[in-house]
């Protein structure tokens, strides 16, 4: 028997805006993440992202749109480990024939804008705290001025009070014009978007545009 | 682009120096093994091929038969039955000889300058230097006329030389004392090596002529040496020489030989097939050690790479093409085994040096081949182990490969 994970969900996402995809786990919300994100392509129907048609690209060009049009916040950070904060940032523009000094400068660029200590531009991936590494996530994510920033579940690693930090830091990307999907199950965390799109059962069950309540940001 | 691959090569294998040294250890140890054996294997070789060769060139060797006194066998070489006649009839009538060489030989005590020593003199001519290899080092060998008027002469072995007045002293014009008679030192040989049963070092030759009124006091010679003139020519010259002994012995059985002659190629040809024995064991050996390396190198791969399933997966999901992610791996994997190839070359020569250095009387020889083997080998597992699983973890879709345990 197939099973469909997703099935005649359609929607769009207007540049500048900041979304949240909630679902319980097995809603199919990852799978919509997964097809967002130009990590896998849906058996049937279009995906458009920046005028791209996505769902008929070969894996190389998967991977150039990706690199190009897409930076992605995971909830497990994957940061390169025993590796400097600053190659981790660069990491996507490994081949990109950008001159060294070029890269850097704007590694550290992403990383001030996403509100890293400029101290610890040096230190090995697994020596930084949670939020540390999420900061370095999302200055990974900026690097190649990105279309959209996908964040799939960003703070179910972290503790309340760092959550609050890393959300603070995508509401204040967002404000700055970039366009920001967030994948959660998590009511508070979905709750700093202007958008809530509600999956269930591989459908959209709801899409509602949110005032944020600020449950993380002390006002 | 490629300035980007190796820098990601390099900090790859640099970020974990633990994992990267102990991947370059197996591998250094796989090859090192390998040529370390095969040198000591090819040493042995040598060294017996070249102890042989020490004996003489195209020898054959005239021995007096066995003596029977009454029925009883004396055993071989008991029989006073060669004669300096005998040397000279073969020199004389026999084609294709290069050189003839009748020896006496005995046991004696020697004295020089209060030092004394035992060792074997051998009373012979000229001819021994050509039929049994001997160069003289300094001094000369005895003249025809020393001969002819058998002088108290004698030249030294370095080993004998050494016992009696010293490493690498000048015994010219020195006097050795045995019997009570004193000869004079007029030369020293050239070492040829060799240790055991005949150290062919610690040895005094003098003229045959003084040996047989000096010391054996009879006119009967212990052997003669015959050297042939070519290889191909062996075969016939002993037969040629057998046939003129048993005439001149009078003899017409030839089962009754009072003599019997052993030739060089059956000495070399047993000794062929010993160290024959010898490299198939070592090559299997050798081998053992190639494959066990091998595994090890294979091990050490395949749990490097599938270990960093979840990096591959990354690397793909910000972008990085398919092909850079492959050609890493297979740069990091060719990098570990020339690093760890280099080394274990270096080690495996070191090691040779080595035993050659410590144990007497084995000279190792490092070949090309086994280098070449071990290191293709070695090489040739650690970059398919290395590559493959990387290029399967790289086919994966990112997603799948970062949700890899």
Redesign the interface.
Known sequence: MKTNALNGVSFGIKKGEFVSIIGPSGSGKSTLM?IL?A??TPTTGQYFLDGFEVSKLN??EL??????K?G?V?QSF?L????TVL?NVM??L??S?MPHPEREEKAKACLRYAGMEESKFGNLSNQLSGGQMQRVAIA?ALI?DPAIILADEPTGNLDTKTSATVMRAFQELNQKGHTIILITHEMDVADCANRIIYVRDGVIEKDVLNKPQDHFLPQ | ?IV??LK?TV?SLA??KVRSGLTILGIVIGIASVITMVAIGQGAKNSVESSIESIGSNLIMINPGAQRVGGINQGGGSSQTLTVEDATAIKDEIMNVKAVAPSVTKRSQLTAKGKNTNTQIIGTNADYLIARNVTIDTGSFFSEQQMKSSAKVAVLGPATRDDLFGENANPIGQTIRTNNMDFQVIGVTASKGGSGFSNQDDIVYVPLTSAQHYLSGSIYVNNISVAAEDQTLMASVQDQIFELLLKRHKINDPTQADFSLMNQNDIIATATSITGTFTILLSSIAGISLLVGGIGIMNMMLTTVTERT??IG???????????INLQFLAEAVLLTFLGGAMGVLLGWGASMLVSKFVSGLTTSVSMSAVLLAFGVSAGVGIIFGFYPARRAANL???EA?RYE
Do not use: C, Q
């Open positions: 997964h994100g990590l896998d894996d190389d991977s150039d749109l990706r690199r190009n897409i992605f995971f994957n390169l480990p025993r590796t190659r990491l996507p490994l081949y024939g990974r190649n | 682009m980007d691959l990601e900090w970020g974990n979840r990096e990354l690397r793909k999901a910000v972008g990085v093409r398919k092909i850079y879709s990112p997603i970062l």
